[in-house]
């Protein structure tokens, strides 16, 4: 039995710890809402609760979940918030539903809507519980979409660093009409077969850093959707996937599509993924634009398509419109992409014949196909090669 003394000691060692994780924030507890870490009891209006208390403190504050597994069927954090610095600190573990439908019809699981200045640290977990839905896809049945893990939309000055998330029923993370958002240290994981389960998705957001994450999944690694710019991806591996794609475009409603403009993707690395480095385009007449693209220092490990462009995507080759490609490909910077393809063609170029590539640049390029020299393949491409480059230019 603990003395008097002792208790009197480790009582105030508990607050010094949350002292150095929080600083001098206002802490707001999810358990002392109620919230069960046994991952059966729904904690949701539990952590709706500590937001709201968080929202609504004029000084910076803490929304902290502990050690533990917390069951959530659904929370949408909402703002504006009264204060600009809300940490989200979250040691445990968020399971989701396993069922296949979505939340209240949403596609949405943990999502952040109109916030401005909140982090996400802590190591936590998210856990999707996405294999039923999958199942229920690959065996062709009529099923849900599923709901993304965790989503932020209409959200500025955005920083989520050491998450982890496993087993999503749809997209990992999304990004969504948002500013100045960095994630780091985030490690996604699910099936090398599980669909529709790309670990960051991009889409009409400008300023967003991907630094250091770890991607194994079904679908792409990284997608970058319409109205994207000045991106920034950096020391990033990902195996199993389809690579890190910047599309696919040209499929929206209407005849004009948001331009993808100023992305750089540096010092990452491809091990047995479906496409390495990869633009990829509707064949229909929406019109759009991919401008100021730089694909530098990423390494291949038997990558089926480790440079491609194409401009005629189509999956399963259902429901396409066999048209020339409205979107405009140009100034796109490949240089020191080296390692091995898993096929012969290792540089693909299949553009639009309507809106042909242009301004392409291959510099020391060193790719190999079982200890042979690769191929490249180039339609409707123009552009300008230095340095070695292997497999020969087709520009």
Known sequence: MATPTSSFFLLPLFFVFLFLLTGSDAVFDVVKFGAKADGSADSARSFLKAWSYACNSRSPATVYVPAGKFFVTQAVFRG??????????????????????????????????????????????????????????????????GTSSLTFVNSKNIAVDGLTSIDSKLFHIVVLRCQNVKLSRVNIVASGNSPNTDGIHVQMSTG????????????????????????????V??????????????????????????????TVTFSGTQNGVRIKTWGTRIQGQVRGVVFEDALMRNVQ?????????????????????????????????RGTSATPVAVTFDCSPRNPCSGITLQDIKLSYYSQRAQSSCKYANGVASGLNVPPSCL
């Open 208 to 235: 967003v850093d991907i630094l250091q994450a770890n991607i194994r999944t079904g679908d792409d690694c990284i997608s970058v959707g319409p109205g994207t710019a000045h991106l920034w991806i950096e020391r």
């Open 237 to 266: 591996f990902c195996g199993p996937g389809h690579g890190i794609s910047i599309g696919s475009l040209g499929r929206a409603q209407g005849l004009q599509e948001e331009s993808v403009r100023n992305v750089t993707v540096k």
């Open 80 to 145: 504006p918030c009264k204060n600009s610095m809300i940490k989200f600190l979250i040691q445990g573990t968020l399971v989701a539903p396993s069922n296949y439908g979505g939340s209240g019809g949403s596609d949405q699981w943990i999502a952040f809507s109109g916030v401005n200045g909140v982090s996400i640290s802590g190591g936590g977990t998210l856990d999707g519980g996405g294999s039923r839905l999958w199942a229920c896809k690959l065996a062709g049945r009529s099923c849900p979409s």
């Open 305 to 337: 398509n480790p440079i491609i462009i194409d401009q005629n995507y189509c999956p399963g080759n259902k429901g396409c419109p066999g048209q020339s490609s409205g979107i405009k490909i140009s100034q796109v910077k490949y240089k020191n992409i």
